[in-house]
């Protein structure tokens, strides 16, 4: 629990703030679904709250009623949508029909539905508004508002936040040292890499010849842009990625110890590591496979914009198959990127150098370099296979144009 935003004795309307959770990837704020007053919260700042636990009660019209579906994903938005968990109690409308009630000021609770098991439809908002509304709907049961979606796991490899400027004053006013409890997003990342290090992970370094492919960007950039979309050298990396998982799969799977079982996953659902102001997290694109660069391009900008929002969703955040994470955009060449579990391969790309390399003719040129740091399961993969996919990667960058014989 990050943050309250009401307190006991708080009338509250729908949509209203009511809390703000966090993980190590992202920052969730609940909404209330009811028009009511807060009787009970059950957790302070700093607590845990595990996914179907009750966060705070409303009290609606003198019944101590609540809803147990304050979603922290994308709310569904088709006439089909179902309540998120099993323990949901509210009044069952599709957003679209929410959003006419909330543009006429009228309380769902006062509608009676006559939908499937109770749920308000469009008619029953119009005749409520032109005096036909049906008898006032039954008292509904006591529930608490809960978290019914899980809370983002932990990533990878993440880095701390930076201390705020004012610890940093205080530390070095006060001239001692400071300790505070771990909480938050730090708590949950040390979580996380204490699970993480129980794999073991080994190392395979290359360099990649870049020279190309910064050409074929160039030439590519102002059309991107005309298209409304900033083109980096990502896409072009991911889509090679998923390329070669294509030929490689072992690498794209996922290892069960304690069933003793192997899957391989069908989506390439690659992780990309993005510094935020929240610390970093690795949002996802999915099912890459299936995407142009364009289209990763115009994926990794969205996510790009959410993250710095804070917006990151756990659909953004979770169901990663292999991830690789851009150290060379704050500087690095080199590092040791740590697994994200049930992950069992990550690359840490470098930064894009200017050296002088020699071509098949013995000849000094300037070449765009770039270094890749992988890390690998090394109760599934060997050096071998990982060299391999490596490889093969490597290929793809190092002549882009050997891309289109295998794009599908």
């Known amino acids: 629990m990050k943050e309250w935003f009401v307190k006991v004795g708080d009338k509250v309307a729908q949509f209203d703030n009511i809390c703000e959770v966090q993980s190590d990837k992202a920052s969730v704020t609940i909404t209330s679904k009811f028009d009511g007053v807060i009787t009970k919260l059950y957790y302070e700042v700093d607590d845990i709250a595990q996914t179907g636990d009750p966060l705070v009660d409303v009290e609606i019209e003198g019944d101590n009623v609540s809803a147990s579906s304050l979603d922290t994903v994308d709310t569904p938005s088709d006439d089909e949508t ?35 098991e109770g749920r308000v439809l469009k008619e029953d908002i119009l005749n409520f508004l032109e005096g036909k509304s049906a008898p006032p709907k039954a008292k509904q049961p006591a529930a608490s508002v809960a978290a019914t979606a899980p809370l983002p796991q932990p990533a990878k490899a993440p880095i701390a936040a930076p201390i ?20 938050g997003m730090v708590k949950a990342m040390s979580k996380s890499m204490n699970e993480a290090l129980k794999i073991p992970h080994f190392g395979y370094y290359d360099e990649i010849d870049m020279t190309k492919l910064v050409q074929l960007r160039k030439d590519l950039k102002s059309v991107c842009e005309s298209r409304g979309v900033k083109l980096s ?8 990625a998923s390329l070669a998982l294509l030929q490689y799969p072992i690498i794209n ?28 997290l690795v949002p996802n694109i ?11 391009a115009a994926e990794i900008t969205r996510l790009h914009q959410v993250g710095l929002l804070g917006k990151l969703t756990s659909q953004d955040l979770t169901g990663g ?11 690095g060449t080199y590092a040791s990127p740590v697994i994200l579990s049930p992950e069992v391969a990550i690359g840490a790309l470098g930064k894009l150098r200017v050296l002088p390399r ?17 890390s690998a399961d090394h109760r599934l993969l060997d050096g071998a296979t990982v060299a391999r996919f490596s490889n093969q990667w490597k290929d793809y960058l190092e002549d882009p144009a050997s891309m289109v014989l295998d794009l599908k």
């Open 82 to 116: 179902e309540l998120a968990a099993s323990r949901t109690v509210r009044t069952l409308a599709t957003p679209a029909v929410r959003r006419i009630a909330m543009e006429h000021s009228v309380n769902l609770a006062d509608v009676s539905g006559t939908g499937k």
């Open 164 to 183: 705020p400027p004012r610890i940093v004053r205080q530390i070095i006013t006060e001239g001692k040292d400071r300790t505070e409890p771990l909480k």
């Open 233 to 240: 050298y990502m896409p072009f990396i991911v889509k090679a």
């Open 253 to 280: 799977s996922s290892i069960d110890v304690n069933a003793d079982t192997l899957t391989y996953k069908h989506n390439h659902n690659i992780g990309v590591a993005m510094d935020t102001a929240n610390g970093l």
């Open 286 to 296: 999915k099912a890459v496979q299936n995407l142009s660069v364009f289209e990763i």
């Open 321 to 331: 198959t292999f991830s690789l994470s851009n150290i060379g955009s704050i500087g």
């Open 358 to 374: 020699y071509n098949s003719a013995g000849e000094v040129y300037p070449a765009t370099v770039m270094n890749v740091s992988w």
